[in-house]
């Protein structure tokens, strides 16, 4: 009996938990249904999963160039989602369509975005250029937390394909140099004040490795703000700093 109860207390403290992370990441079903499911099969029977949103207007016999977005966490479903809705909807990459890549369901694997090789970026990439009409340049990155990071070695697996990072926060690895091909990126990393110092501190060896090598790099400290946004925080300063850079 004993051993009953305390198998009962166990799995009501991870329900508990379950629900309070499906709570702090809850997102409206209005805009869960701005974003479309997309699967693509591959010859080994894998699947590549992500999500996309549209511009308004979208015309499906051009081409637009992509936001593509790398949420932080597990990169999972749930994330991506919360992901869009916290840091990566904005009428201000109306111009872009919006990418999404589901990491639990890539290749059957669960790897995270941040340890992709460059071999695995390409794949990925050129999986989704073959189902959606997107330029060969032109592209912008977005990221948070792991995103942030893997940000930085997709820039590196395609440096031709993007000109620009928006990162939520987001560092550069360490053992990363910039990429020579980065001379007209455009960088901006968003870190909360009350982020943790491995973010703070990445911040800052991040925009001294950028300096110089990038057409602009610059960090924007959000007062107040820890590591994970909310839906209430105003996005729009971010991608307003961004776009003003020059």
Request: proline share 4%.
């Amino acid at each position: 009996m004993y051993v009953m109860k305390n198998i009962v207390c166990i799995g009501l403290v991870l329900l508990t938990a379950i629900t309070v992370v499906a709570q702090k990441f809850d997102v409206p079903d209005s805009i869960k249904q701005e974003l479309e499911m997309k699967t693509i099969k591959l010859e080994d029977g894998s699947t590549i999963q992500y999500k996309v949103h549209y511009p308004p207007n979208f015309d499906s016999t051009k081409t637009y160039p992509a936001y593509l977005c790398l949420s932080g966490g597990d990169q999972g479903p749930l994330i991506v989602d919360y992901c869009y809705y916290a840091y990566f909807r904005t009428p201000q990459v109306n111009d872009y369509i919006t990418i999404l890549p589901i990491a639990q369901a890539l290749f059957s694997s669960k790897k995270n975005f941040r340890a992709y090789t460059n071999d695995e970026v390409k794949n990925l990439v050129q999986h989704i250029q073959k189902h959606e009409p997107l330029t060969d340049t032109g592209w912008l990155l977005g990221g948070s937390s792991n995103g942030g990071i893997g940000a930085f070695g997709f820039a590196n697996a395609m440096p031709e394909l993007f000109n620009g990072m928006i990162v939520m926060p987001g560092a550069i690895n360490e053992t990363m140099a910039a990429n020579e091909k980065w001379k007209d990126y455009k960088v901006l990393i968003a870190v909360g004040s009350k982020d943790s110092a491995f973010w703070l501190q990445g911040t800052k060896r991040s925009q001294n490795t950028l300096k110089g090598n990038v057409k602009n790099v610059q960090w924007m400290l959000l007062n107040g703000e820890e590591h994970i946004l909310t839906p209430e925080f105003d996005i729009e300063k971010i991608y307003t700093r961004y776009f003003q850079l020059q």
